[in-house]
């Protein structure tokens, strides 16, 4: 909302005194946030600008140690330039509850360390309990 760095630490530093959950909710978004302002489009960061859109980190995963540098997890390109992402994504902040999710993986048709792509409106698959 074009406050600045110090004011997100302002509002972070006192919702964090209320509720350790919620200030956990707003870092993710702000982590999310960073990217998109980085390499998503005008429009998605208008929205975010005007508190229209949340957005929250999907990057742990099993098999990577908690290294989210590192995804084990792979991502193609599908039908129409979708990304398909083939994932078991844990700790999702806000899972189901926001706009979007900015991710990590293996590059897209590429062999290397990891890719960050943005997915709007992922759908969150459990396994089977």
């Given amino acids: 909302m074009g406050y600045g760095h110090r004011a997100a630490v ?52 099993k098999g990577s140690r908690s290294h989210f540098w590192a995804p084990t997890s792979t991502a193609t390109v599908g039908e129409n330039d979708t990304v398909v992402l083939n994932a ?7 899972a189901g509850k926001v706009d979007s999710y900015v991710w990590s993986s293996q590059p897209l048709e590429a062999e290397g360390m990891s890719s960050i792509g943005c997915t709007l409106k992922m759908s969150i698959l459990l396994p089977p309990s």
């Fill in 10 to 61: 302002d509002v972070m530093g006192e919702i964090s005194r209320v509720c350790a959950t919620t200030s956990m909710v707003l870092c993710m978004h702000y982590a999310g946030t960073a990217v998109i302002e980085a390499h998503g489009n005008e429009e998605l960061r208008n929205k975010i600008a005007r508190g229209k859109h949340t957005t929250s980190l999907a990057f742990s995963e």
């Fill in 88 to 94: 078991e994504k844990s700790w999702v902040t806000s």
